[in-house]
């Protein structure tokens, strides 16, 4: 926020889609403020309120380790529920009431289910890859990208050397990234992909260090046959429309037709 209010030539927080394309239009940076780690929520489920009014509009559920929300991926030894608690049971819910994108990436195989079961509104995974092509406990399988999938979601693929590839960091390029995103149109279609670098989290290759070299991507993309509308649907136009149904479904919820 202060960023955004110290350069509100070049950016501005968007709380909506339409308030997104606008930014885009006047030729400004859109920031979709976000919390990684429901932890910060603690026990109390009026925080979720908080944080939405506050300008998040989405909520990673869990990070490394587990939190009073749910089970993590990532040392799955140590997982108390099973995957959503009572309370995790909570947030999802108030979450959809509010119109926030509930994101599922580090939560555990079990909190992805539970959240599919007891959402209404689609499943977003803001920043994973695939565990089928590199075998890490954050990745999803192919059967939980079909089940993403099948909520209308979207899977944003990480740019990180450690979700994508064994190859060493100084060969690493978005072609290993394209082969995670060619497996997953393969499994769901073009509609159900999208982009979450986390270059703050380890994210970044050869030919693609930091958001100025966006380009490579499309330049692969293109390589590899993709569509103009495929690339649309990648470059935001999946994230755009999940963010349009969680939204609508927060309408439905509040008119009781949900």
């Known amino acids: 926020k202060d960023y955004v209010a110290e350069h509100s030539d070049e950016?501005?927080?968007?709380?909506?889609?339409?308030?997104?394309?606008?930014?885009?239009?006047?030729g400004r940076r859109g920031v979709v403020l976000a919390l990684e780690n429901?932890?910060?929520?603690?026990?109390?489920v009026a925080r979720v309120d908080s944080m939405y009014n506050a300008g998040c509009r989405?909520?990673?559920?869990?990070?490394n380790y587990i939190n009073d929300i749910?089970?993590?991926s990532r040392y799955p030894s140590e997982n108390p529920y099973g995957g959503l608690s009572e309370f995790g049971e909570q947030v999802v819910k108030r979450m959809n009431e509010l119109g926030m994108l509930v994101d599922v990436s580090h939560a555990s195989t079990s909190t992805l289910y539970d959240v599919i079961k007891l959402s209404k509104a689609p499943i977003f995974a803001s920043h994973s890859a695939v565990r089928a092509i590199k075998d890490h406990p954050r990745n999803l399988t192919d059967e939980e990208i079909k089940a993403i999938a099948?909520?209308?979601g979207v899977i944003q693929v990480a740019t990180g050397r450690w979700c994508l590839t064994d190859a060493p960091r100084s060969e690493t390029s978005v072609k290993h990234l394209a082969d995670h995103i060619d497996r997953i149109k393969g499994l769901v279609g073009p509609e159900h992909i999208g982009l979450g670098t986390d270059f703050d989290g380890g994210g970044g290759m050869i030919d693609l260090k930091d958001c100025s070299q966006m380009k490579n991507i499309t330049v692969e993309l293109l390589?590899?046959?993709?569509?103009e509308?495929?690339?649309?649907?990648?470059w935001g136009g999946n994230f755009m429309r999940v963010w349009k149904e969680t939204i609508k479904v927060a309408e439905d919820i509040a008119k009781g037709k949900k």
């Open 229 to 234: 509308k495929e690339l649309a649907m990648f």
């Open 150 to 152: 099948a909520t209308g």
């Open 58 to 63: 989405y909520i990673t559920l869990c990070h």
């Open 70 to 72: 749910c089970d993590a």
């Open 11 to 26: 950016a501005a927080i968007a709380c909506t889609p339409k308030e997104l394309r606008k930014l885009k239009k006047e």
């Open 223 to 227: 390589k590899r046959g993709y569509t």
């Open 38 to 44: 429901g932890y910060g929520i603690g026990t109390d």
